[in-house]
């Protein structure tokens, strides 16, 4: 893709104009409040703003990213939806069983088994750590914190994302170019649709008027129909 970034893509001063959503689990306050400070910081001073989830832990927040993928809110397939990406907030610390590691395992394996699926622009901030002062050492820090840098990779995969939409288009126009058929001169009343190849045409994708409406409303029917 070299050449092709869009000006200030990747810069992590640049402006990003985008709505994320943000999952925090606060199941430990204090950790969770540092964490949401340095990314709400980053979030605003890159232009992007946000929505706010809070859940009580970890195993939580897979979840919540899965119901607004499945409503439709978020993925990079829906045109329509109010979120261009997401960041989890949350954090994890080893304790004397085993349960540190079905939540970390988990909760990690449900996030990316979402995000690939719905392909969501995504930045990751479950701290999973020994001890209470190592997540605070990580939370703390604002915009050189860890809820800061899940922003910054969240909001670099959204401008990713855009510059593949953008190519995804540029390759369409190309085909077309190279076919050099003109979309607009096209007239299916002088098509034989006998000889047509239909598993290779998708009319939906044809801006063309509809021969048999017209046809209908002026009396006459299409050629190669029967009425």
């Given at each position: ?160 994302c855009r510059q593949f939409e953008e190519l995804g288009a540029d390759v369409i126009l190309r085909d077309v170019e190279l076919t050099g058929l003109n979309l607009d001169e096209i007239d299916l009343d002088e098509i034989d649709l006998d000889d047509l190849d239909t598993d290779e ?27």
């Amino acid at each position: 893709m070299a050449g092709r970034d869009a000006k200030g893509a990747g810069d992590p001063q640049a402006k990003v104009e985008a709505r994320v959503l943000i999952i925090e689990a606060r199941y430990y306050e204090d950790i969770g409040r540092e964490l949401m400070a340095g990314a709400v910081a980053e979030l605003r001073a890159r232009g992007a703003t946000y929505d706010v989830v809070s859940v009580p832990g970890a195993l939580e927040i897979p979840q919540v990213l899965a119901q607004a993928a499945g409503k439709m809110l978020i993925g990079g397939d829906v045109a329509d939806g109010i979120y261009d990406g997401a960041v989890a907030l949350g954090c994890v610390i080893r304790g004397e069983t085993s349960h540190y590691d079905i939540v970390c395992n988990n909760a990690n394996h449900g996030l990316m088994e979402t995000i690939i699926k719905y392909d969501i622009p995504f930045g990751n901030a479950v701290l999973t750590v020994d001890s209470r002062e190592q997540a605070m050492a990580r939370a703390r820090g604002g915009r050189q914190g860890k809820g800061a840098d899940a922003v910054r990779a969240c909001l670099r995969m959204v401008e990713v994302c855009r510059q593949f939409e953008e190519l995804g288009a540029d390759v369409i126009l190309r085909d077309v170019e190279l076919t050099g058929l003109n979309l607009d001169e096209i007239d299916l009343d002088e098509i034989d649709l006998d000889d047509l190849d239909t598993d290779e045409i998708d009319l939906d994708d044809l801006d063309i008027d509809d021969p048999v409406a017209e046809n209908e409303t002026n009396g006459k029917s299409p050629k190669g129909r029967r009425s």
